[in-house]
């Protein structure tokens, strides 16, 4: 007898979700592998019926488009009871109903989602790691809770060898939505045409062997013995449903380049420089601590503006550049498109790209910072008292060997005059992002420090190194006044050992940064 077809329409697969289920989503911002009929479906059905509720919803990467898609679909009140994921920008709903204690709202590293729904595959006895010690994620701290409602344990404390680990326990998954892009007769399914692998299979097995529902989302059907083995990327045999939509698109602005999915190479044309901002200016500068081999990896906002500069350049072939979901080389895109790359060199799994950087591999990180404290401290998860949470924050920058912090000085209101070689400082904004305390630990310097990692604070006024004593003033922007423009402004006296170096008038020029 042949096994049951599983193709089923949108609708009913959204049947398959049960009140009280765990679900387990994917997704990389900007629609990248996400299965967004399938969200739509929930949502539709849930307004239609009142059902599924109270649902528990588990994401290791942002998943949304800051209005309506991806975990705002999710984002209405009796639908979700609990939300446990890593980045929560994306979903402004979700957000709010967070702060407002409608749902218990956990956050968790990025990287250790993707690896936990591993352990949960494998039966094993939650994932036990390094990552997030002396972050809000320790139970020491907050233990990863968010709000009030929040009061469960997903995280504890455990130590081997006389040394200290955090076990996060296992989560059990009871449906997993999944996005693929071709499923032959049989529900075998090939990412091709998908810009990133991400944890997809790592959540499909974690759902089968709890003993609950994979149903995926593909935008073609194909006969049986059409796709090559090495292109399956999730077996049938763990399959429950497979839905097609022909209106499937690789994000939710691109419908199908073949160059971002690395299946086609194509010759780009010269990126443009990028336009002189403050931005450039600490991109300019942050570009001062690459050297030609390094592994470096980019966070979101202005660290892209990094990458940008690099491809501008024509320097990608310098460096090896890597992306959490597991994407290799390429020029890295930006804004609602980080985390696509166009001529990629290699497609991992996200589990094994977080076991590469957990374990060391990157030479370099250029990430954002929302706060800085006096200890090093850095917040990114938690700013004016909303959820945003650190997506493969922590993960990269509690490993990396040198950590590159890149962001303006202050915000809200800021305004400066540059471009002829100085920086002068015409307005302070409201916002201070350096403090005396963080708002909440997202990068523990103590620890940094205590691991002997390089840390840099770059910004457009001047930059910062943590050392074993504190952090230290190290170079100030020419034509900016050390007493008004820096220490004045900050919660917090920082050590000036030396007189600071002046940070290269070049970079304060609206025709330099390209070499």
């Known amino acids: 007898m042949s096994r049951r077809s599983k193709f089923v329409t949108a609708d009913h697969a959204a049947g398959f979700i049960r009140d009280g289920d765990t679900v387990g989503l994917i997704g990389g911002g900007g629609g990248l592998v996400e299965a967004t009929l399938l969200h739509f479906q929930v949502e539709k059905r849930f307004l239609a019926t009142g059902a599924p509720r109270n649902l528990t919803v588990i994401h290791a990467l942002g998943i949304g488009d800051r209005e309506s898609r991806g975990l705002n679909r999710f984002a209405h009140s009796g639908l979700v009871r609990r939300v446990i994921g890593s980045h929560w920008v994306w979903s402004p709903r979700m957000q709010q109903l967070a702060l407002d204690n409608k749902i218990e709202a956990y956050v968790l590293p990025g990287g250790v989602i993707m690896q936990l729904m591993r352990e949960v595959a494998a039966a094993r006895p939650g994932l036990i790691t390094h990552v997030g010690l002396g972050t809000f994620v320790d139970p020491k701290i907050d233990g990863g809770r968010m709000n009030e409602a929040a009061r469960d344990r997903l995280v504890e404390r455990i130590r081997i ?132 081999g390094a592994v470096i990896n980019f966070g ?15 320097d990608q072939q310098r460096y090896y550049q890597t992306i959490e979901h597991g994407t290799y080389g390429g020029t890295l895109l930006t804004g609602t498109l980080f ?3 166009r ?102 310097g103590i620890r940094a420090v205590s691991q002997g990692q390089t840390i840099i604070f770059v910004t457009e006024r001047c930059v910062f190194e943590l050392k074993p004593d504190g952090v230290h003033l190290t170079e100030i922007a020419p034509g900016i006044d050390l007493r008004a423009d820096i220490l004045t402004r900050m919660g917090f006296d920082p050590i000036i050992a030396d007189p600071p170096k002046k940070m290269a008038t070049e970079h304060f020029t609206d025709h330099g940064g390209i070499e």
């Open 300 to 314: 979101f906002g202005i660290p892209d503006g990094v990458a940008s500069l690099i491809a501008a350049r024509g």
């Open 161 to 292: 060898d006389g040394e200290d680990y955090l076990r996060y326990l296992p989560i059990p998954v009871d449906v997993a939505l999944l996005k693929g892009s071709f499923s032959d007769d049989d529900g075998n399914i090939s990412l091709d045409q998908e810009p990133a692998n991400v944890d997809i299979y790592a959540m499909a097995a974690a759902a089968h062997n709890c003993g609950g529902k994979v149903i995926v989302q593909v935008r073609e059907r194909v006969r049986n013995g059409s796709l090559p083995a090495r292109s399956v990327r999730i077996p049938s045999a763990i399959v429950d449903a497979v839905v097609v939509d022909d209106d499937q698109r690789q994000g939710y602005d691109l419908v199908y380049d073949p160059a971002i999915s690395g299946e086609q190479p194509t010759v780009e044309p010269a990126p443009p420089v990028p336009e002189f901002s403050v931005r450039q200016i600490i991109a300019r500068r942050a570009c001062e601590e690459l050297f030609d």
């Open 339 to 341: 985390g696509y790359a």
């Open 343 to 444: 001529n990629p060199t290699c497609m991992i799994d996200g589990p094994s790209q977080f076991d590469f950087y957990s374990g060391g591999g990157l030479d370099i990180a250029f990430l954002g910072f929302g706060e800085i404290d006096r200890e090093g401290n850095v917040n990114v998860s938690r700013l004016g008292g909303v959820p945003v949470g650190p997506g493969g924050f922590i993960d990269i920058a509690q490993n990396a060997r040198k950590v590159v912090f890149v962001g303006t000085f202050d915000a809200k209101g800021t305004r400066v005059g540059t471009g002829d070689g100085r920086m002068m400082v015409e307005a302070h904004g409201d916002v201070r992002k350096l403090v005396h305390a963080v708002d909440q630990i997202t990068f523990s």
